[in-house]
């Protein structure tokens, strides 16, 4: 009864055979609904069990005392809510915190936490590696492997929570980290409504940045199903440029990308788009591609964040200098398009944007060696 209510109701969850339990850890909130209502329950028991996950933190059925004790059972036998393992942690200097995640077959993804002033951002993995190959990135160089299911995306968070161990601590969160979250669309959707959802963690939209290298058409979908903030990795004012630095800019070129950019920003409470422009010496630096830079943004719902270059081993680039960002930044800003510097965090612990690894093994790679192997035996 319970498998046949699942697999018809709950596409995405067709795999679930009612051999194994159903992990209920990163269910949209109208999942978890479909889910109690599967197994013959009213569907507030979904708002019940959110509130005792998301705002509490109570992962075992049986410390959810508002549910009767057969419920409880009865869930035990159906369901967990199963986070992922840390295998390592590091403390910055700078009071940075990286997780090293473990999700399984030998694939571990990072998590980082940066303490400012008047916040703590964490950055999350939507994905084990990245397949888009941006030139200037350490994730992109250890090629893809998979999608993190929405369980391991929002693990990530109960583990900063419980490694921080200080409540409120976390007053950010964004997809910033290993990955493309609009490529991994279908679990990325159901962390960011839990995020804002008031029965899951119940931040402000405008706290939640999903951060994209430009998957237009994810961008049309995103503006209709969850309008959390949007930051778009620019880099280059050109397409000539960009198609180098940005693959993914042959499939969908900046004139496109900015007109997703400027429909989706009508939708959203910050109504801006930050754009992330990393500061590679002699390549996107020079003045006249501020002056190209600022023609595409300028009287935009648009934000600059210029992003010092974080080297990593192998890396081909430079970081432009200190002198040239700053003159770079008020190019932009004397023209009137508001623009930032991004402070580099993190950086003694290989924290800093760009510089997440994990332990990725690169599936091309592992076809390759398996093809070999063959042959050898
Ligand atoms: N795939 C998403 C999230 C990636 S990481 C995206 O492309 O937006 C977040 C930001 O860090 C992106 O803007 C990314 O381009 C930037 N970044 C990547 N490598 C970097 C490096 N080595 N130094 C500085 N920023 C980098």
């Known amino acids: 009864m319970l498998t046949k209510a699942l697999n018809t109701e709950l596409p995405q969850y067709s795999r679930y055979d009612g051999a ?17 209502e599967g197994l013959g329950e009213k569907p507030y028991r979904a708002r019940q069990v959110m509130h005792w996950v998301y705002r509490r933190g109570v992962l075992d059925f049986h410390g959810m005392t508002d549910l009767s004790v057969q419920f409880r059972k009865r869930l035990d036998l159906v369901a967990t809510l199963d986070l992922p393992e840390i295998a390592h942690t590091d403390r910055s200097k700078d009071g940075t915190t990286k997780w090293l995640v473990n999700v399984g077959s030998g694939q571990a993804v990072e998590t980082v936490f940066i303490p400012e002033l008047s916040r703590g951002t964490l950055c999350i993995s939507s994905q084990a590696g990245c397949a888009l190959d941006c030139a200037f990135c350490a994730t992109g160089h250890h090629g893809f492997n998979r999608n993190l299911t929405a369980a391991e995306i929002l693990g990530q968070v109960f ?5 921080l161990k200080i409540e409120g601590a976390i007053t950010n969160i964004v997809f910033m980290g290993m990955g493309e979250p609009l490529a991994n669309y279908r679990n990325v959707m159901p962390v960011a409504q839990l ?25 049309y979908r995103l503006a209709k199903e969850c309008n959390v903030a949007l930051a778009v990795s620019l880099h280059a004012p050109t397409d000539d440029l960009r198609d180098q630095l940005v693959p993914i800019n042959k499939r969908h070129p900046i004139r496109q990308l900015l007109k997703a950019c400027w429909y989706y920003a009508e939708g959203i409470a910050s109504r801006q788009i930050t754009f992330e422009y990393v500061m590679l010496r002699d390549i996107n630096d020079s003045l006249e591609q501020a002056r190209q830079l600022t023609s595409l943004v300028r009287g935009r719902p648009a934000k600059v964040n210029l992003i010092p270059f974080n080297s990593f081993p192998g890396a081909q ?24 510097i991004r402070q580099t965090r993190g950086n003694d612990i290989d924290a800093a944007c760009g510089q997440l690894a994990g332990k990725v093994e690169n599936r091309m790679r592992i076809r390759l060696r398996d093809k070999v192997l063959k042959r050898l035996s």
């Open 20 to 36: 194994e339990k159903l992990n209920l850890l990163g269910l949209a909130p109208g999942e978890l609904k479909y889910f109690f």
């Open 195 to 219: 995020l804002v959802d008031d029965y899951g963690f119940g931040l402000s939209r405008r706290r939640v940045t999903i951060s994209t290298a430009g998957l237009v058409p994810m961008i």
């Open 159 to 163: 583990l900063a929570n419980r490694g």
């Open 317 to 340: 680039f430079q970081c432009s200098s200190k002198h040239v960002i700053d003159e770079f930044c008020q190019y932009l800003r004397s023209r009137g398009v508001v623009t930032t």
